[in-house]
């Protein structure tokens, strides 16, 4: 019975890593297809070819820069998240004043509100702003919707470390900054790592937003350079090229969270323990 469970287990584990791993799969098998073999169903490509990867890297796609401002725009949003959802929440986690449940609940509340019923007051508040074609235009928002969650995650990974920590500095001489600096941030870094890996990954595939508030192909990001990919014709979607663009898009994110697993689960076991 035990080995029944067991191999239960297996195939249960076996099936959830097929489930998620079955769409870059077939992506990264279509993106080695040749144009005209686009449709082909065989498993492995035959002949393989890079073509497509070729027609990404194209003058007219403008890819490259595209990854550069994806860059630009992801990295500036999870600094500014880390480090104002850092120190809110640890303001939250530590401070007791009356409402605090309240404000957590509005925190995580403003972050569920529907992106595509906000994106046109946006669009327009931006346009009055001048803000269209920026990366400010892009960052803003995406902050927006991404500081309540590393609030909310971080103040739970704060609540649970012992508030004798602060104290014994303070008691050596260090002062509450320096309690928080020296002590209490260098053991939140798993959280604090895997808050960032969340925040980077939210951003780095965002795309309703930096299609609305750009309209210039040097200032667009990955998602959005994709969505407008252009084939041999009019009539011609570059299924291949979007393939290809995708593996390209998702092949960073699936190294740094492999690199970095041992901190993102500690993060999220640590996080996860009251």
Partial sequence: MRQLGQAATYLGVI???IYCLAPFVWMLISSLRRTSDIFEKSPIPSPA?????RA?????????????????VAGITTVMALVVGTLTAYALARLEFRGKRLALTAIIATSMFPLVSLIVPLLKLFTQLGWINTYQAMIVPSLAFSLPLAVWNLTSFFKQMPVELEQAAMVDGCTQGQ????????LAAPGVFTTAIIV????WNEFLIALTMTNRANIQTAPV?????????QFETPFGSQMAAGVL?????????LAFQR????????????
């Fill in 49 to 53: 070819s890079i073509e497509n990867y």
């Fill in 15 to 17: 099936g959830i890593v």
């Fill in 200 to 203: 980077f990954v939210g951003a």
């Fill in 179 to 186: 309690a928080f600096r020296k002590v209490i941030l260098p």
């Fill in 225 to 233: 350079a994709i969505s407008k990919f252009t084939g041999a014709t």
């Fill in 249 to 257: 898009v998702t092949v960073p994110l699936v190294i740094m969270v």
């Fill in 56 to 72: 990404v890297f194209a003058p007219g796609q403008n890819f490259g820069r595209a990854l550069v401002n994806s860059l630009i």
């Fill in 263 to 274: 901190r993102i689960v500690a993060g999220l076991a640590a996080g996860a323990v009251k």
